[in-house]
T-cell receptor, first 114, second 113 residues
Framework: ELKVEQNPLFLSMQEGKNYTIYCNYS?????LYWYRQDPGKSLESLFV?????AVKQEGRLMASLDTKARLSTLHITAAVHDLSATYFC??????????????FGQGTTLQVKP | DGGITQSPKYLFRKEGQNVTLSCEQN?????MYWYRQDPGQGLRLIYY???????QKGDIAEGYSVSREKKESFPLTVTSAQKNPTAFYLC????????????FGSGTRLTVV
C-alpha cells in the first residue's frame, strides 16, 4: 500500500529565513505533485515532478525529486508572509499497483511571521 | 476556459438524508476523483473513475456512492450510512494523454444539521 509522509507537519518561521519540507513515499513512483491550500480553499498546483532528479523552481519555492530515495523536498528561500499556507505532496501510485490513485501526505502548515 | 465545477459550495444535510454533490468537467479528462478533507488533515480518496461506466473504491468508500454515466460528470452521493459526513469534499480530474497533473474543483463543504 502506498503511503506518503510529510515532515514537519507544522512550521513557524520568520520572514527572510530558509527552510525545507520533506516528503517520503513508500513504493515506486515517478510522479510527484506539490499543492498549496489556503484556509477554506481548494488546492492550487505548484509543481509536477515526473522523473528522477527533476528540479523545478517558481519564485521562492523549489521542488526536487529523488525516486531512488523515494524523497521529494520543497525548499523555501527567504520566506515572506504570503507563503503562509498548507502544502501537500501527493504521489501518483500508478507504478506500484495503486493504479490511477493519487495519495496525499498529511500536509505541512507553514506560518511565516514578520 | 476549461475547468472543474463543483456544486453546491455549501450543503447542509439532515440526519438520515441522502445528498448528492455535483462534479462536472469540460477538460475532456479521462479520470475523475473524489476526496474528503477533514479539518487540519490531508485528503483521503473516496472513489475514482478512469473511464465512463467504471469506478473503483478508494480508501474510505463506505457510506458513499458514485456514478460515471458521462465523461464530463462524476456525482457523489453521501448516503445515510455515512455516519460522520461533515467535511470538505474535493473533486479532481486527470489527463492521461499526454500525461499531465491533476485539476481540482473549488470544493463542497457539507455539514450535518
Amino acid at each position: 500500500e502506498l503511503k506518503v509522509e510529510q515532515n514537519p507537519l507544522f512550521l513557524s518561521m520568520q520572514e527572510g529565513k530558509n527552510y525545507t519540507i520533506y516528503c517520503n513515499y513508500s513504493t515506486t513512483s515517478d510522479r510527484l505533485y506539490w499543492y498549496r491550500q489556503d484556509p477554506g480553499k481548494s488546492l492550487e498546483s505548484l509543481f509536477v515532478l515526473l522523473s528522477n532528479g527533476a528540479v523545478k523552481q517558481e519564485g521562492r519555492l523549489m521542488a526536487s525529486l529523488d525516486t531512488k530515495a523515494r524523497l521529494s523536498t520543497l525548499h523555501i528561500t527567504a520566506a515572506v508572509h504570503d507563503l503562509s499556507a498548507t502544502y501537500f505532496c501527493a504521489v501518483d501510485g500508478r507504478g506500484s499497483g495503486n493504479t490511477g490513485k493519487l495519495i496525499f501526505g498529511q500536509g505541512t502548515t507553514l506560518q511565516v511571521k514578520p | 476556459d476549461g475547468g472543474i465545477t463543483q456544486s453546491p459550495k455549501y450543503l447542509f444535510r439532515k440526519e438520515g438524508q441522502n445528498v448528492t454533490l455535483s462534479c462536472e468537467q469540460n477538460l475532456n479528462h479521462d479520470a475523475m476523483y473524489w476526496y474528503r478533507q477533514d479539518p487540519g488533515q490531508g485528503l483521503r480518496l473516496i472513489y475514482y473513475s478512469q473511464i465512463v461506466n467504471d469506478f473503483q473504491k478508494g480508501d474510505i468508500a463506505e457510506g458513499y456512492s458514485v456514478s460515471r454515466e458521462k465523461k464530463e460528470s462524476f456525482p457523489l452521493t453521501v448516503t445515510s450510512a455515512q455516519k460522520n459526513p461533515t467535511a470538505f469534499y474535493l473533486c479532481a480530474s486527470r489527463q492521461d494523454r499526454p500525461p499531465k497533473g491533476y485539476t481540482f474543483g473549488s470544493g463542497t463543504r457539507l455539514t450535518v444539521v
